[in-house]
């Protein structure tokens, strides 16, 4: 790999962490200034993106201390889970009002849900510090400016093709465990084709085969999986509500069916696609580097 090669993929790589780090912290000081559930959106989609470049960074061995980094943000990303949920749901309930009467005692349940984990998720972003974090990720940044500067730099586009390959490996990994007749199994495909996409995105301007329009193709693959999953936390919901007798059981078998049908409606559409992962293929997006 030559050594302007090594150079231009650790410039790259300082420009993302310098332009991502200062996003992240202008975005979360927004959202704890004016908290409404579009700055919660947007810190949320910032936070997966800060999870997406902290894992390239592991998998270039560009930084020290980013095992702690990610545990962080993973934290901090899960934290958005149960408002997220919740905001799915209602959602996807709201057109099956006119078929089932049901579905909206089911969206009050929701409704005082969601007051209360917004309260919670409001408490929690306003308490949020990030100056260690700044610290160490400017670390990382003068760490990666002194390998751009070494004549035996050892970033190179290699090591990123290679990165990419082995987050689409872990992929297809769980593309061979998928069961059809368990969502999980689509759920955690899902995840990991999440952060090969994240990953594909990051490194766009260093391989020709990343083109916006192959990346639109990877987000249209992806979405397929997250409709099945959108309906599972649906499904989770209304047995929750159920078991804890805010919903009658008789009430809700209707509604039940209804969304196990949609499910397996879902799951199929996904099933006749499932193998356009290896459209996706990183030996095909990466052989020519640009330089």
């Known amino acids: 790999m030559s050594f302007e ?82 905001h799915v749901q209602l959602l996807l309930l709201k057109p099956l009002w006119r078929d089932f009467p049901e579905a909206r005692s089911f969206d009050l349940w929701l409704r005082r849900r969601e007051k209360r984990l917004t309260g919670d998720l409001r408490h929690r972003i306003k308490t949020t510090k990030q100056l260690r974090v700044e610290q160490c990720l400017k670390e990382v940044q003068k760490q990666l400016r002194k390998s751009a500067r070494a004549e035996k730099s050892p970033l190179g586009k290699a090591r990123a093709a290679a990165a990419l390959s082995h987050a689409f490996a872990r992929v297809l990994k769980l593309r061979q465990r998928v069961r059809w007749s368990n969502a999980e199994t689509i759920h955690r495909m899902r995840v990991a084709f999440k952060r090969f996409r994240f990953m594909s995105e990051l490194l766009r301007p260093l391989f020709p085969g990343l083109t916006t329009g192959r990346l639109r193709q990877m987000q249209a693959y992806q979405r397929l999986m997250g409709k099945v999953q959108d309906m599972e936390v649906l499904l989770a919901g209304l047995r929750q509500a159920v078991a804890k007798a805010h919903l009658p059981a008789d009430a809700a078998r209707g509604l039940h069916k209804e969304l196990m049908r949609r499910r397996r409606g879902l799951i199929g559409t996904f099933r006749a696609s499932v193998d356009k992962l290896f459209e996706f293929q990183p030996e095909q997006l990466t052989h020519q580097a640009r330089d």
């Open 5 to 86: 090669s090594s150079r231009a993929l650790a410039a790259h790589v300082v420009a993302r962490v310098r332009t991502m780090r200062r996003r992240y912290r202008k975005q979360l000081a927004r959202c704890q200034q004016r908290f409404s559930e579009k700055s919660v959106h947007e810190l949320r989609v910032e936070t997966r993106r800060m999870l997406a470049l902290v894992d390239l960074l592991r998998a270039l061995e560009a930084g020290a201390s980013l095992k702690k980094i990610r545990k962080l943000f993973k934290q901090r990303l899960d934290s958005f889970d149960q408002l997220r949920d919740t």
